[in-house]
């Protein structure tokens, strides 16, 4: 069974910067993608950035030029680096591994982090 654990959530003031890691039990290239969604309170959770096994990289547009995902093969680990930050970017962010299958995917998902932004 694949394992995700995050870390590196926390509060921080606008403008500031926080760095998230997820730590997969399993060698990151196993996965097609992998990627961290959001999830604010009251509403739903969303796709905020993902990093094929290729390396391609995905950013949802409310983060393209603060936010930027990568990844260390070695340490089968997935950061995200979330700078300029917005009291809107408040949220627990979760880690995600996508393996893709005949007949569909194999979701894994980390226990999330907290990331608080104060105005």
């Known amino acids: 069974q694949v394992q995700l654990v995050e870390s590196g959530g926390g509060l921080v003031q606008a403008g500031g910067s926080l760095r998230l890691s997820c730590a997969a039990s399993?060698?990151?290239?196993?996965?097609?993608?992998m990627g961290w969604y959001r999830q604010a309170p009251g509403k739903q959770r969303e796709l905020v950035a993902t990093?094929?096994?290729?390396?391609?990289?995905y950013y949802t547009d409310s983060v393209k030029g603060r936010f930027t995902i990568s990844r260390d093969i070695a340490k089968n680990t997935v950061y995200l680096q979330m700078n300029s930050l917005k009291p809107e970017d408040t949220a627990v962010y979760y880690c995600?591994?996508?393996?893709?299958?005949?007949?569909?995917?194999?979701?894994?998902w980390g226990q999330g982090t907290q990331g608080t932004v104060s105005s």
């Open positions: 399993a060698s990151i290239y196993s996965f097609n993608y």
């Open positions: 995600n591994a996508v393996k893709n299958r005949l007949f569909g995917t194999e979701d894994y």
């Open positions: 990093v094929s096994n290729a390396g391609s990289t």
